[in-house]
């Protein structure tokens, strides 16, 4: 009798994600010379190539000894949206099926990709529906570098274009997660990105927003230079401690001390500060002269958040009124400080509500499944919705 082997294949390794030193590491590995490294490098991120089969530079027998051992993997789409407005969104599924979103944010000729650093978020930011899904896990920089690829392949932007051509033409890291606390894994994907002889993204279309882990923004700055935006959203720190409670850990002087010593921030670099507008609670014009004094000194400008609601929200977005004021103060004050126009709410893709398509799919589909399984156990001819009676007696 002959006995079957239950052994599983070795699981291959993903190249995406890999960076330079590691893709060489690979392709040595297999017994190949380093020149493969720059085709493979090329192949993946400059023509969008997912195939060995397609890489038309590498011989036939070298394709196939490389798909024995390889992969050129991305996140799946669980689903894909178009708002009203152009905004598209992606629930991206990994591996281990959990799952991140991902935005494009439409200008006129151009856009940007907001990017997920993590699987939920640990902050906890009450105005921020996204903070209010547990921290799952951190993503790898495959699954970071992965959403911008998905992106291009959704906007058919292979093999990359040129500048002026470009729909997707920055990158923001505001999606799901802070990304300086997964640094590792954020700092290795945008070396990625801006790797010039693949998707060469511009250092300086590429913007981190963080909520102030204060000892990560010096490294991020010198290792990376990208720029910077903070989620700021208050101006004393007892409120800062509500809204961002990680102001708690790194309050306001030592956040604001971060800031002043960022590298390579000045005018034409500056930082921006995030600020969500909250009816009553961060919107008076006693807020925006304090503001002003908070910042003094600093290259900065602001981004007005309108707050984008959602199901059972503790805030309301402060009136028009309130923001012009706002505005009024922050221009005459010297500062660039426009209000946000909203995107995607049709979608619950705006800022603050990365959450609720996946969370509502979910709930979805478990009330799906739980709908078979009382009309599987329903006796026939029963009402499937009929109470068991033993179970009310």
């Known amino acids: 009798m002959t006995e079957t082997s239950t052994t599983p294949a070795p699981e291959?390794?993903?190249?995406?994600?890999?960076?330079?030193?590691?893709?060489?590491?690979?392709?040595?590995?297999?017994?190949?010379?380093?020149?493969?490294?720059?085709?493979?490098w090329h192949w993946i991120y400059h023509q969008g190539a997912t195939d060995f089969a397609r890489m038309t530079t590498l011989a036939r027998p070298l394709q196939a000894k490389l798909a024995e051992v390889f992969e050129v993997r991305k996140p799946a789409v669980s689903r894909e949206q178009t708002s009203e407005d152009r905004t598209r969104k992606w629930l991206m599924k990994f591996a281990d099926g959990n799952e991140a979103e991902t935005v494009y944010i439409p200008e006129?000729?151009?856009?940007?990709?907001?990017?997920?650093?993590?699987?939920?978020?640990?902050?906890?930011?009450?105005?921020?529906?996204?903070?209010?899904?547990?921290?799952?896990?951190?993503?790898?920089?495959?699954?970071i570098v992965g959403q911008f690829m998905v992106a291009r392949d959704s906007y058919g932007e292979w093999p990359t274009p040129k500048d002026g051509g470009r729909l997707i033409s920055n990158i923001v890291m505001m999606g799901m997660g802070e990304p300086l606390f997964n640094y590792d894994n954020v700092s290795r994907a945008l070396k990625i990105i801006m790797d010039g002889e693949g998707i060469a993204l511009s250092k300086r279309r590429i913007t981190l927003s963080t909520s102030g882990v204060v000892?990560?923004?010096?490294?991020?700055?010198?290792?990376?230079?990208?720029?910077?935006?903070?989620?700021?959203?208050?101006?004393?720190?007892?409120?800062?401690?509500?809204?961002?409670?990680?102001?708690?850990?790194?309050?306001?002087?030592?956040?604001?001390?971060?800031?002043?010593?960022?590298p390579g921030a000045n005018n034409a670099r500056r930082i921006t500060f995030e600020y969500v507008m909250l009816k009553g609670v961060n919107d008076s014009e006693a807020d925006a002269r304090q503001l002003l004094r908070l910042i003094k000194g600093i290259p900065a400008k602001f981004n007005l958040?309108?707050?984008?609601?959602?199901?059972?929200?503790?805030?309301?977005?402060?009136?028009?009124?309130?923001?012009?004021?706002?505005?009024?103060?922050?221009?005459?004050?010297?500062?660039?400080?426009?209000?946000?126009?909203?995107?995607?709410?049709?979608?619950?893709?705006?800022?603050?509500?990365?959450?609720?398509?996946?969370?509502?799919?979910?709930?979805?589909?478990?009330?799906?499944?739980?709908?078979?399984?009382?009309?599987?156990?329903?006796?026939?001819?029963?009402?499937?919705?009929?109470?068991?009676?033993?179970?009310?007696?």
Not at 361 to 384: F, H, I, S
């Open 215 to 262: 000892p990560m923004m010096e490294r991020c700055g010198e290792d990376l230079g990208v720029n910077l935006a903070v989620s700021l959203h208050a101006v004393t720190d007892e409120l800062r401690d509500v809204l961002v409670p990680i102001n708690r850990k790194y309050p306001l002087k030592e956040l604001i001390r971060a800031c002043r010593d960022y």
């Open 305 to 393: 958040i309108p707050f984008n609601a959602w199901p059972g929200a503790p805030y309301e977005c402060s009136t028009p009124e309130a923001m012009d004021k706002f505005v009024k103060i922050l221009n005459d004050g010297g500062f660039s400080s426009p209000i946000r126009q909203p995107r995607g709410r049709d979608i619950m893709a705006a800022c603050g509500q990365l959450k609720s398509a996946s969370e509502r799919a979910r709930e979805q589909e478990r009330l799906k499944r739980m709908a078979a399984r009382v009309e599987a156990l329903a006796p026939a001819g029963a009402d499937a919705r009929a109470p068991n009676a033993a179970g009310n007696a």
């Open 108 to 143: 006129d000729d151009r856009g940007a990709v907001c990017i997920s650093s993590q699987v939920g978020c640990t902050l906890t930011c009450t105005f921020c529906h996204t903070g209010t899904q547990k921290l799952v896990r951190n993503l790898t920089s495959a699954e």
């Open 12 to 40: 291959k390794i993903n190249l995406v994600g890999l960076s330079r030193e590691e893709l060489a590491a690979a392709v040595a590995a297999v017994g190949e010379k380093p020149f493969r490294t720059k085709q493979l």
